[in-house]
């Protein structure tokens, strides 16, 4: 690999600094807390009831940050907080349109506890919205049945519902073109001749509109022309070694052909670090910034997945359940998002040629995310299973072979809440349960560590015997995490992004030497593209990162104008459209200023962004911001920008502080970071304040702090081995009478140059 300047680019805030340090002593990592905030979902007397209009959705909250409100299952708001002495406690409001609703909808609110980071839920809340205009309607097939043998001329027979009256109802055949149906009484049919298609399985679809372009959509029928479709089982694959791609990486797998020549590069690259080779590609083909994978985008996909093939990879899609959060598909009431979901992938491979259909559906629905996991009832766990039966039974039906391999943690098979699951005649494991349904399970086995009681090792032993047990060769992938994961409740010690590739190549090498021969050992799965193409191979001096393929040509511009929203006093969202690059957008870079038709330059950045938006926070009241963006390759060239775009932001009766004169030095005991907070405005030092933050690259340490006298805080790292990068990111800072104007910190900085040679 040849010579270059390590270059760091940071998307973190404000004030990051780097040290290149030795340390030698560990510092010992709390473990995690029960939550102690609380949140309500406060509906009127009488229940939250609307006609169409916006309505105000509210309650209170304590200690909890950064809540949202998920509504139907479907999608997320992020709420506006009135929190006038800045303890993070007061009351929330959102207010929601609902013109796009009728019926009753489903409420839920979830805030981050101050204490632990993880999610606090409220008991959902009902909003009534009568609101016939924005009806869609319910559609059935009625015929054929499933199972029944077809042959000649054959009617599909669709009924409809709705407080509105159809205008249109069409049928389409194994995906092919949308095609009117002709009232008859009060159902609609198609005629389908069936002739010249031999023995096979299609799909059958309906759809109805109440209104011009807003369609009910029918479950798919699995009609059995002649004798079906039976497509022979074969053994399961090793999966060795396999890799999760999450959108928006997925999309631009799909969108711009030059990502597959990087994805190329990366995985067929066994020199740089010594790795496997990636053999088996789990691709996210959920909706994604108005596309569709499924859909809109299906000829792009079948592109890629036949070129996938050609490349002698394997290619799972990769589903969460089609709500939002993605747990919720594990509740009866949503599974059919998720059964609807599961279909889209089986009516694809129906139709598709034969190296354009997928060879797996890897699952990641994560029930325990919900505060109902928790119940004593174990309700939601035995949800989560009769969900998975029943996506499972829709392939049976279609008679198609698709490996299905949910994503599973690995505490299933010794949690409490895993333990005894009475569902389908037995009591076992949730684990168990779950490896008797599935042809494969991709364990998260998060840990940095192969070895001892909680390592990687260990954490997949229960599921490895339990496979053979029963039979299942080949069907237990070891997953492992590369992502940063530092500002969640989690520990840094379940990834590897603090210790690295030559780290983790080594962990992973006793992986396979304790299970290489087990019969029932899959391979490794690694979470997820981005991260792990992103982790050198160590940070600091003499490390070693993955390199794209030489590129001298910068991308294209963004397609759109950027749109812009200030949502309160100190936070503007920007969501934007997508550019494209003769190799891989990596990063869409924020520039902002308070000065109108700025000029960008490197000190004008704010941040990076993987995905189509950027939420800019921890600015001033009353300020109005300009902004203009940019898209960067992975060689570092940058694109055109896109024209300026302004918000102002509110009022809040808070006064602003910042962080200052914060330095990193070498100690003792580890890493230290000493840090001032101020008033903004009048730079007073501020004594008393709760600061917390996170140390970053080869640290991951999140804690925290009170300032002294001085104004001061100094915190310490985990242990870190010698000659290591490290740097520290202010995440939140609490003092009654203010809020956190982290973007507006001193000194101000988001790029920056290890000037250290990469052999």
């Known amino acids: 690999m040849k010579k270059q300047h390590l270059r760091v680019y940071s998307g973190f805030r404000l004030g990051l600094f780097l040290l290149i340090c030795m340390v030698v002593i560990e510092i010992a990592v709390p473990g995690k807390a029960e939550a102690a905030g609380s949140i309500s979902l406060d509906a009127p007397a009488g229940g939250y009831v609307s006609d169409g209009g916006l309505v105000e959705i509210g309650g209170s909250y304590t200690d909890l940050y950064d809540i949202q409100l998920f509504v139907d299952g479907t999608a997320q708001f992020e709420v506006v907080l009135h929190d006038p002495d800045g303890d993070d406690s007061g009351t929330w409001s959102y207010m929601l349109d609902t013109s796009a609703y009728n019926g009753t909808v489903e409420l839920v609110v979830r805030g981050l506890d101050t204490s632990t980071r993880y999610g606090v839920w409220g008991a959902p809340a009902s909003l009534t919205v009568n609101n016939p205009a924005a009806a869609v309607p319910e559609v059935t097939i009625t015929g054929p049945s499933e199972g029944v043998s077809l042959s000649g001329q054959v009617e ?271 009591s076992k494991w949730l684990s168990e349960h779950v490896q008797d349904l599935s042809d494969y399970i991709s364990i998260m086995d998060y840990r940095d560590t192969a070895d001892g009681s909680a390592g990687i090792i ?28 530092a500002n969640s409740g989690d520990p840094e010690t379940i990834t590897f992004w603090e210790e690295g590739r030559i780290h983790m190549e080594a962990e992973l090498d006793k992986v396979y030497a304790a299970y290489g021969q087990s019969s029932a050992f899959g391979g490794i799965a690694v979470h997820h593209y981005d991260s792990y193409r992103a982790l050198p191979s160590y940070w600091g001096p003499g490390g070693v990162i993955w390199t794209a393929p030489d590129d001298y040509e910068a991308p294209s511009a963004l397609s759109g104008v950027p749109s812009i929203k200030s949502t309160d006093d100190q936070t503007v969202h920007l969501n934007y459209g997508m550019a494209s690059d003769n190799m891989e957008v990596e990063r869409y870079v924020i520039y902002r200023s308070t000065v109108q038709g700025f000029a960008p330059a490197p000190a004008d950045i704010v941040g990076f962004a993987r995905a189509l938006n950027y939420q800019d926070k921890g600015l001033l009241p009353d300020t109005t911001y300009y902004y203009r963006i940019a898209a960067r390759d992975l060689r570092g060239n940058i694109g055109p920008l896109t024209d300026e775009v302004s918000a102002t932001t509110g009022s809040t009766p808070l006064k602003p502080l910042i962080v200052t004169d914060m330095n990193l030095v070498y100690g003792g005991s580890g890493v230290s970071v000493t840090l001032k907070v101020r008033d903004y405005d009048t730079g007073a030092i501020i004594m008393g304040a709760k600061v917390e933050g996170r140390f970053t690259y080869a640290a991951g340490r999140y804690t925290s702090g009170t300032t002294g006298a001085a104004g001061s805080v100094t915190l310490g790292s985990e242990a870190v081995l010698p000659g290591r990068q490290v740097g520290f990111e202010p995440r939140r800072i609490r003092y009654n009478g203010y809020y956190y104007a982290a973007g507006h910190d001193s000194p101000h900085t988001t790029l920056m140059m290890l000037d250290a040679w990469i052999q």
Do not use: C
């Not at 699995?222 to 074969?234: C, L």
């Not at 997925?250 to 597959?260: A, E, T, V």
């Not at 309700?379 to 989560?384: D, G, I, R, V």
């Not at 997949?460 to 070891?478: C, F, H, M, R, T």
């Open 458 to 485: 260990a954490g997949a032993a229960g599921e490895l015997a339990y496979a053979d047990q029963i039979g299942k060769p080949n069907s237990v992938v070891i997953g492992v995490e590369t992502l940063d994961i």
């Open 156 to 426: 599909i027979s669709v009924e409809t519902s709705s407080p509105l009256p159809i205008l249109q109802v069409e049928v389409r055949v194994n995906r092919g073109p949308w095609e009117e149906a002709v009232q008859q009484g009060s159902a609609y049919v198609y005629t389908w001749d069936t002739g010249g298609l031999g023995d096979r399985t299609v799909s059958l679809e309906a759809r109805a509109a109440s209104v011009p372009e807003r369609y009910g959509y029918s479950p798919t029928v699995y009609a059995q022309v002649g004798t079906g479709t039976h497509e022979t089982a074969v053994p399961l694959p090793v999966q060795e070694r396999a890799m999760w791609i999450w959108e928006p990486e997925s999309y631009k797998l799909l969108l711009n052909p030059g990502s597959r020549q990087v994805l190329e590069s990366f995985i067929a690259d066994t020199q740089t670090f010594g790795q496997t080779p990636v053999q088996t590609l789990y691709l996210a083909v959920g909706g994604y910034a108005g596309y569709d994978a499924l859909e809109a985008q299906e000829v792009e996909l079948r592109s890629f997945v036949s070129w996938a093939h050609s490349k002698n990879l394997q290619v799972h899609a990769l589903i969460a359940g089609g709500t939002t959060p993605a747990y919720m598909g594990a509740y009866e009431k949503y599974h059919h998002h998720a059964v609807q979901e599961m279909e889209q992938v089986i009516n694809y491979n129906l139709a598709a040629g034969d190296t354009e259909k997928f060879d797996g559906i890897n699952v990641d629905i994560e029930p325990y995310i919900s505060p109902d996991f928790k119940d004593p009832s174990h309700f939601l766990q035995k949800e989560y299973l009769d969900g998975l039966q029943k996506m499972i039974g829709r392939r049976d039906t279609a008679g198609i072979r698709l490996p299905f391999g949910p994503a599973v943690p690995k505490w299933y098979d010794t949690s409490d809440q895993a333990a005894n699951i009475s569902w389908n005649g037995s």
